[in-house]
């Protein structure tokens, strides 16, 4: 028996997953400042969260991860691994509602670092953080023929002609690699808080994040876009951007998902390979 199916292994990798997936959501959660987000300051734009609420709810989700990455590990994307990791979603799903009196802390992010757990573990916890976006890519594309269920996203997609976190995904996460890069490049330069705010402000300006949409239509995803670019010119302050936010209800919610995905790949895979280029 190899190293990489020897069960002590996919062990260490559903620990690993558990571990880092929770560590990644936090450290996303406590970065401050963030504009319009749940930060050490504030609570942004929301008015049904807070920062225990927020850590409550990584806590709760964090071994569903680790469970999609065991009933992952050493297989191939295929229908039968997409419906399990679908059934282990939902439950996830219904963990942090339970822990959240029903409020959506983690939707999108049970999505996205669930495909990106599951493609560790298919890659047996070893691969580059490229190779790992595009087996969750893979996973993303296995279609399922489920009644499609009503969301805040799925509406802003259909309304506003984008592909939200479904796109993102099943191009191979792209913003999550264009993240990670953010984050390697700047830390060399800056401190990491520094980096992370970069990097959440980089994928502000290049995202079409159905959470702003859903709450402003495509003007208050312009105005999101300008500000963040504002910003990284040394033009506003996070500061006041983030008020800025709160006064206008904006809360860039998908980005702040994709900055905890470019965390956790950086954790699970490093560097990336070469530059990203967005195609979503």
Same mark, same amino acid.
């Given at each position: 028996?190899?190293?990489?199916?020897?069960?002590?292994?996919?062990?260490?990798?559903?620990?690993?997953?558990?571990?880092?997936?929770?560590?990644?959501?936090?450290?996303?959660?406590?970065?401050?400042?963030?504009? @319009?987000? *749940?930060?050490?300051?504030?609570?942004?734009?929301?008015? %049904?969260?807070?920062?225990?609420?927020?850590? &409550?709810?990584? +806590?709760?989700? &964090?071994?569903?991860?680790?469970?999609?990455?065991?009933?992952?590990?050493?297989?191939?994307?295929?229908?039968?691994?997409?419906?399990?990791?679908?059934? *282990?979603?939902?439950?996830?799903?219904?963990?942090?509602? +339970?822990?959240?009196?029903?409020?959506?802390?983690?939707? @999108?992010? *049970?999505?996205?670092? @669930? #495909?990106?757990?599951?493609?560790?573990? *298919?890659?047996?916890?070893? @691969?580059?953080?490229?190779?790992?976006?595009?087996?969750?890519?893979?996973?993303?594309?296995?279609?399922?023929?489920?009644?499609?269920?009503?969301?805040?996203?799925?509406?802003?997609?259909?309304?506003?002609?984008?592909?939200?976190?479904?796109?993102?995904?099943?191009?191979?996460?792209?913003?999550?690699?264009?993240?990670?890069?953010?984050?390697?490049?700047?830390?060399?330069?800056?401190?990491?808080?520094?980096?992370?705010?970069?990097?959440?402000?980089?994928?502000?300006?290049?995202?079409? %994040?159905?959470?702003? #949409?859903?709450?402003?239509?495509?003007?208050?995803?312009?105005?999101?876009?300008?500000?963040?670019?504002?910003?990284?010119?040394?033009?506003?302050?996070?500061?006041?951007? %983030?008020?800025?936010?709160?006064?206008?209800?904006?809360?860039?919610?998908?980005?702040? %998902? #994709? #900055?905890?995905?470019?965390?956790?790949?950086?954790?699970?895979?490093?560097?990336?390979?070469?530059?990203?280029?967005?195609?979503?």
């Amino acid at each position: 028996m190899s190293v990489a199916t020897h069960p002590l292994h996919v062990h260490l990798v559903t620990e690993q997953v558990a571990r880092w997936s929770e560590q990644s959501l936090l450290e996303e959660l406590y970065l401050t400042v963030k504009p @319009g987000l *749940i930060d050490k300051c504030n609570n942004g734009a929301h008015l %049904d969260m807070t920062l225990a609420m927020m850590e &409550a709810s990584s +806590h709760a989700v &964090a071994p569903y991860f680790a469970e999609m990455a065991r009933v992952s590990y050493g297989k191939s994307p295929s229908l039968q691994l997409r419906k399990q990791l679908s059934e *282990i979603g939902i439950e996830a799903e219904r963990k942090m509602l +339970h822990v959240t009196a029903g409020v959506n802390t983690h939707k @999108g992010a *049970i999505w996205c670092l @669930g #495909l990106l757990s599951a493609a560790y573990a *298919i890659q047996r916890g070893q @691969g580059t953080a490229t190779t790992l976006c595009e087996v969750a890519g893979e996973l993303a594309n296995v279609e399922l023929k489920v009644s499609s269920t009503r969301t805040n996203g799925s509406i802003a997609c259909k309304r506003y002609g984008v592909t939200g976190a479904k796109g993102e995904a099943q191009a191979g996460f792209p913003h999550v690699l264009l993240g990670l890069q953010t984050l390697n490049d700047a830390t060399e330069l800056f401190t990491e808080t520094k980096a992370k705010q970069l990097a959440l402000l980089t994928l502000m300006t290049t995202l079409s %994040d159905t959470c702003v #949409l859903h709450r402003a239509g495509s003007k208050g995803l312009s105005y999101v876009k300008q500000q963040a670019q504002q910003v990284l010119r040394g033009a506003l302050s996070m500061e006041e951007v %983030d008020e800025r936010f709160i006064k206008n209800n904006l809360s860039p919610g998908g980005s702040a %998902d #994709l #900055l905890a995905a470019s965390l956790y790949v950086k954790r699970l895979g490093g560097k990336s390979h070469g530059r990203v280029s967005l195609h979503v």
